[in-house]
């Protein structure tokens, strides 16, 4: 029998030499409590590997991974799992599986594995994108790939001149770009995207869920979640358009689905960065049950439900994702309080 790199993790913490071993036993508690959710957040499953993005699994890594995950972990829907935690009666080491922005690959690649490995998902979506065209951060990536060999001034990106060679050398010169630009004022950074692409010959593929595809990735049983209409920075918009941006999709998508949208993921997550406490206060108000963020972390009782905590499995080694999750559950402590959060209702 081949042994589970996950309750290995835990085994292998408690044999190391430590005098006082107090903390890994607290490890221990923590990664098997059944006081604890964890929430993975996946963007893409490649049909094959892409220098380009070489962070992004493929459906043979993603099932391996899964099948991993199975023999430990009891997976949940997000719908129950929320309601299960708010109720304190989760299962020994809960865990929910969610996918941000829609991309097309969630139901031609993710969706199989998943119906093979009977795991359920949610998948949030960036509502703007259903009728076509591309995230900027993606747009990046595309242009890049298409851009001619040689020396590239990127002045008007914020960087420099960069030699533009291998994929995996543009893929390098992607993340800088994506950092340089992530925050600027949304006109501006789309200037810039747009000059890249403009030094760019061809056309990038089509990359997003259309309406279609939304509607079979929730007859597969997929659950559908909310991820704003354009994929903003909800702190950088005024009040009005970030209430459009948080309405309009979840209006969007029950138009398309006619079906109650529940869930809302925040567009790049951070508290504090990406989204304040007036954005919590409209995103309760707009009539969702509940709301994930990408702060890294194990989802406790007295969580407020509309910042939920969650993480990228980014690890190639088994073992190293192990040990990330086995430290999120057994340091978990509680997030930001709904009370706390009530203060700044709108």
Known sequence: MIACPERMVVSRLLSAGSEDRRPLRALRSGFFSSDRLSILLFHRVLAERDPLSPGVPDGRSFERLLRHLRRVFNFLPLSEAVERLVAGELPPRALSLTFDDGYADNLKVAAPVLNALSVPATVFVTSGFLDGGLMWNDRVREALRRHPEGTAKLDFLGLGTRDLGSLPERAAIAEEVL???????????????????????????????????????ALAGVEIGAHTQSHPILASLDEADARDEIQGSKAALEDALQREVRFF?????????????????????????????????????????????????????????????????????????QQEDMDYEL
């Not at 790049?268 to 890294?296: C, I, K, M, W």
């Not at 406790?300 to 905590?309: A, H, S």
């Open 265 to 337: 993921a925040y567009p790049n997550g951070r508290a504090g960065a990406d989204y304040l406490p007036e954005h919590v206060s409209l995103v309760r108000q707009a009539g969702f049950s509940a709301a994930l963020s990408t702060d890294g972390g194990a989802n406790t009782p007295g969580v407020d439900p509309f910042q939920l905590q969650r993480f990228t499995p980014w690890d190639r080694n088994p073992f190293y994702f192990a040990a990330r999750i086995a430290h999120h559950r057994g340091t978990a402590r509680p997030g930001p309080s």
């Open 179 to 217: 950092k340089s630009i992530k925050y600027w004022h949304p006109r501006e950074r789309e200037q810039a995207v747009t000059e890249l692409e403009s030094r760019a010959p061809g056309r990038p593929p089509s990359l997003m869920l259309d309406c279609e595809g939304l509607r079979a990735l």
